[in-house]
């Protein structure tokens, strides 16, 4: 008795049907296979002697990340130095003395704003210190100073000190 019949296709060329059936063995019932019926099928070779020669296929790089947006660009505003100090001022006369010993002009306020809010005159008796960098009497005249209150004598002492590396003197520095 026959079961069924299945064709399996192994390639282009070949094909194979089975046929099963049943039939008794040792006093059971088994399947098997009754027949093998196999096709194979002429399949055209093409002729490549003519054929133009492989065109290689271009390998793609990556295409590069998409640049992050952007913010514009900030309006430029306008720059306007700041005007400069009266030559003859508490800062102007400090901005002279710091050029003539190559030291920051600006540091150099800071400081004298910081130990005597920029008076000549200022005075703290816990050291005795005096004038507009806030001096001992006995350190300024070993730097060469001669009067205390000048501003000037004071700015070109401090300038020299600074610029011979003695920022430490000043606790503001």
């Known amino acids: 008795m026959v079961l069924g019949m299945t064709t399996l296709i192994i390639s282009p060329v070949l094909a194979l049907t089975l046929v099963s059936a049943t039939q008794p063995v040792a006093g059971t019932q088994a399947t098997t296979v009754s027949h093998i019926q196999a096709r194979t099928f002429a399949v055209a070779k093409p002729d490549l002697r003519d054929a133009a020669p492989a065109t290689p296929v271009a390998t793609l790089a990556p295409a590069p990340p998409a ?4 913010k514009p660009a900030p309006k430029k505003v306008p720059f306007y130095a700041a ?3 009266d ?14 010993w190559g030291v920051s002009g600006g540091w150099m306020v800071k ?10 005159n200022a005075y703290n008796p816990g050291g005795p210190y ?4 806030q ?9 060469g100073g001669t009067n205390i209150y000048d501003a000037a004598d004071q700015s070109n002492i401090t300038a020299k000190m600074l610029a011979h590396g003695q920022a430490h003197q000043w606790s503001c520095a």
């Open 111 to 120: 400081i004298a704003r910081c130990e005597s809010g920029l008076r000549t």
């Open 130 to 133: 005096i004038g507009l960098f």
């Open 67 to 70: 640049p992050a947006a952007t």
């Open 83 to 85: 005007p400069a100090a």
């Open 135 to 143: 001096f001992l009497m006995s350190t300024f005249t070993h730097n």
């Open 87 to 100: 030559p003859n001022s508490v800062i102007g006369i400090i901005e002279a003395a710091a050029a003539r």
